[in-house]
């Protein structure tokens, strides 16, 4: 079992924005700033997205956002396009007795 | 071209040992936090263990504590996870990552190296 908590399967058409979700524990995602998110496609290495909550790597399109209240974080992905089909994890920084975090992923079907 | 190249995967029996490495090049590797994550066949992401650039703090997840050993030579700009005891469990693509300057996000990612545990 996953320390933080996604929703296994997210969906949306093209143009359409959906939001996934991200649920820790304030000793995780709502004690700290330090939430990301990353992009997997299949057999791929996952790709950074989203850091430090709301911040974005240069490169990562616009459309891509990220957000947190309390102890759950969310990645909003509006404008779908078919290239955001992908496996999408948030991960959190834990303190230094588990450190990092991840979740335990949401599989984006672009519709 | 900022790239990290894993190597030393492969089949092991239970019990047995591995020992993974990962090149870095196109940075500053030694002024860099270095990260091992892995991921099991068709399961999630797991971070397994981090090093920050001057060896000063290393974390290991709970499973891997006593069994698994990071260590890095910043001379030769490379990270290494010495893996003993290995069980069926840690079957996984075993992925190096860089931390990203503000720390605690993997901004860079190796192409991974699967390690497979069986008798």
Known sequence: ?111 | EVQLVESGGGLVKPGGSLRLSCAASGFTFSGYTMNWVRQAPGKGLEWVSSLSSTNTYIYYEDSVKGRFTISRDNAKNSLYLQMNSLRAEDTAVYYCARDSRSGYAFDIWGQGTMVTVSS
């Open chain 1, 1 to 111: 079992q996953s320390a933080l908590t996604q929703p296994p399967s997210a969906s949306g058409s093209p143009g359409q924005s959906v939001t996934i979700s991200c649920t820790g524990t304030s000793s995780d995602v709502g004690g700290y700033n330090f939430v990301s998110w990353y992009q997997q496609h299949p057999g791929k290495a996952p790709k950074l997205m989203i850091y430090e909550v709301t911040k974005r790597p240069s490169g990562v399109p616009d459309r891509f956002s990220g957000s947190k209240t309390g102890n759950t974080a969310s990645l909003t992905v509006s404008g779908l396009q078919a290239e955001d089909e992908a496996d999408y994890y948030c991960s959190s920084y834990a303190g230094s007795n588990n450190y990092m975090v991840f979740g335990g992923g949401t599989k984006l079907t672009v519709l």
